[in-house]
C-alpha cells in the first residue's frame, strides 16, 4: 500500500515512515526537502498519486498566530484537493489533546480550523489527538524561561515518546477511516512543573522551575486537566523514566 507521509522528515514523520516500511509499505516521505510543499501546493498532486493513504504530520516553520493559521489552513485545502483529484480514501492528521478547549492559543486555534477543515470534507479521515512529546519538554523549558527561571502552570501533564506515537499513527493509517477523533497519551500523570523540573535536573540544567497558576503555556492559561486525555483514551507504553535511559548518551 502508498502511503504519503507529509512532514515524513520530521520528529513523527520519520519514524512513521520508518514504521510502515518496516511493514513492508510504500511509505513516501513527502516535505519541502523533497519537493512537496503543502503551503504553495507544489509537488503535491504528483506525490499523492496511487495513494491509498495520506498522513499529515507536518508542523509550521512559524508558531506566530498568523503565520501558523496561515500554514495549517492553507496546507489542509491543499492537501484535501489533491486528495480529492487522486481519489485517495484516508486522510489520517495528527493534533493535540485538548486543542478544543484552548482558545487563546493562536497555535491551537490553528490545529482547530485544520481539524474542522478535515472533518467537514468529504474525505474519509481520522484525527489522533496526542498528549506532548517527551521530545518537546525541553523545548516547553526555553519557552516558559524568562530571567532564568521556568514558569509553568502545576496542572496535570500526560506526555508520551514520540516512537509511541508515530506507531500508533502508522498503525491508524493501515486501518479503515474512523471518521472519528481518537485520543492517546503517555501511561503516567505528572504536575507540568514536576515532569519539567525533573527533566532539567536530570540533564544538569540548573534553572528553577517555579509552579505559577496563571503562567501562559502557548499562550493559554490552563485548568487542571486542559492537557490530558478523557477517559476512553489509548495510553502508550513507555514512561518518562524507560524514555531517559533510552534516549541517554550510551557509556563507551
Ligand atoms: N510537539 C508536541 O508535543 C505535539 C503534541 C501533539 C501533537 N503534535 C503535532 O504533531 C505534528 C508533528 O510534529 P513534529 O514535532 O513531528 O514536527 P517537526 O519535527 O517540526 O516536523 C515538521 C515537518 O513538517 C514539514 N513541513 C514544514 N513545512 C512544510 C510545508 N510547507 N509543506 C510540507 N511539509 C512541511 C517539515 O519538513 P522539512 O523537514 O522539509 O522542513 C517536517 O517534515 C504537528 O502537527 C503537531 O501539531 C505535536
Not at 44 to 65: G, H, I, R, T, Y
Request: proline fraction near 6%; charge should be negative; aromatic fraction near 6%.
Amino acid at each position: 500500500m502508498k502511503v504519503v507521509i507529509i512532514g515524513g522528515t520530521g520528529l513523527i514523520g520519520s519514524n512513521v515512515v520508518a514504521n510502515l516500511q518496516a511493514q513492508g509499505h510504500d511509505a513516501v516521505a513527502a516535505s519541502p526537502n523533497s519537493g512537496v510543499n503543502t503551503l504553495t501546493g507544489e509537488g503535491l498532486a504528483e506525490v499523492v498519486q496511487d495513494a491509498a493513504v495520506v498522513v499529515d504530520v507536518s508542523n509550521s516553520p512559524s508558531f506566530e498566530d498568523a503565520a501558523v493559521l496561515e500554514f495549517f489552513e492553507t496546507s489542509t485545502r491543499h492537501i484535501l484537493t489533491a486528495m480529492t483529484g487522486a481519489g485517495v480514501g484516508h486522510l489520517v492528521a495528527l493534533s493535540v489533546v485538548g486543542s478544543e478547549r484552548l482558545p487563546d492559543s493562536g497555535y491551537l486555534r490553528a490545529k482547530v480550523a485544520q481539524e474542522k477543515l478535515i472533518a467537514t470534507s468529504s474525505i474519509p479521515y481520522t484525527i489522533v489527538h496526542a498528549t506532548q512529546f517527551f521530545e518537546f519538554i525541553g523545548r516547553i523549558a526555553d519557552e516558559a524561561t524568562d530571567e532564568g527561571v521556568v514558569r509553568l502552570p502545576p496542572v496535570l501533564f500526560q506526555p508520551a515518546a514520540a516512537a509511541d506515537v508515530s506507531a500508533v499513527v502508522a498503525d491508524v493509517a493501515r486501518g479503515a477511516p474512523l471518521m472519528a477523533t481518537i485520543e492517546i497519551g503517555g501511561p503516567e500523570q505528572y504536575r507540568f512543573d514536576e515532569l519539567v523540573r525533573k527533566h532539567l535536573e536530570a540533564h544538569g540544567d540548573p534553572r528553577v522551575v517555579v509552579a505559577d497558576p496563571h503562567a501562559r503555556y502557548f499562550n493559554t492559561e490552563l485548568d487542571e486537566r486542559s492537557l490530558v486525555p478523557g477517559d476512553g483514551a489509548r495510553l502508550l507504553p513507555t514512561t518518562y523514566d524507560e524514555w531517559a535511559r533510552r534516549s541517554a548518551p550510551q557509556e563507551p
